[in-house]
Antibody, heavy 120, light 107 residues
């Protein structure tokens, strides 16, 4: 059973860089044709797709965030990571990592989510 | 970006009622649509993929239909454990986009 777990600071100061890691267990991040994704959700609001990475290292980002986002993968640690620079209070949200199925592009496995608050 | 518009934004129904949620895409997305259930404090759960296919392990009271720009999600007989917010999501194009959600409550 695949499991995903987000980790990282819960509090980030404005203008700094938010950094999160997603650790995948129960399977190799390199096996299969999966995209590994980040999705966020501000409190009481809907879901926003941030971006994704393939195990080859190929990435796609939401144009609304593209200038500030970097997603990377470390196959040796079975992890992928998110960096979001120059954060503001608008970046306060629960951040989820998720696996995108190659057959129907549905997110079939999710982390439990981690709340990141941007505040001084 | 493809805009996904769900309606209603919330609804209240009785146990056993049939519940229907609609999702409209701003352009033709064929059947490239998924539905998720999100309970408070939890990650979303995939229920329906490719507009009408039930994910493994999901109860058969959930169903989906539609293609092109108009889609429907149905709970045939609402159960207390179905209280949640439901989201549609398109995967025809990047960026992936979600509807704003429909909150389902028990009357």
């Amino acid at each position: 059973q695949v499991q995903l777990q987000e980790s990282g600071p819960g509090l980030v100061k404005p203008s700094q860089t938010l950094s999160l890691t997603c650790t995948v267990s129960g399977g190799s991040i390199s096996s299969g044709s999966y995209y590994w994704s980040w999705i966020r959700q501000p409190a009481g609001k809907g879901l926003e797709w941030i971006g994704r990475i393939y195990t080859s290292g190929s990435t796609n980002y939401n144009p609304s965030l593209k200038s500030r986002v970097t997603i990377s993968v470390d196959t040796s640690k079975n992890q992928f990571s998110l960096k979001l620079s120059s954060v503001t209070a608008a970046d306060t949200a629960v951040y989820y990592c998720a696996r995108e199925s190659p057959s129907h592009s549905g997110y079939d496995y999710w982390g439990q989510g981690t709340l990141v608050t941007v505040s001084s | 970006d493809i805009q996904m518009t769900q309606s209603p934004s919330s609804l209240s129904a009785s146990v056993g009622d049939r519940v229907t949620i609609t999702c409209q895409a701003s352009q033709d997305i064929s059947n490239y649509l998924n539905w998720y259930q999100q309970k408070p404090g939890k990650a979303p759960k995939l229920l329906i993929y490719d507009a009408s296919n039930l994910e493994t392990g999901v109860p058969s009271r959930f169903s989906g239909s539609g293609s092109g720009t108009d889609f429907t999600f149905t709970i045939s007989s609402l159960q207390p454990e179905d209280i949640a917010t439901y989201y549609c999501q398109q995967y025809d194009n990047l960026p992936r986009t979600f509807g704003q959600g429909t909150k389902v409550e028990i009357k």
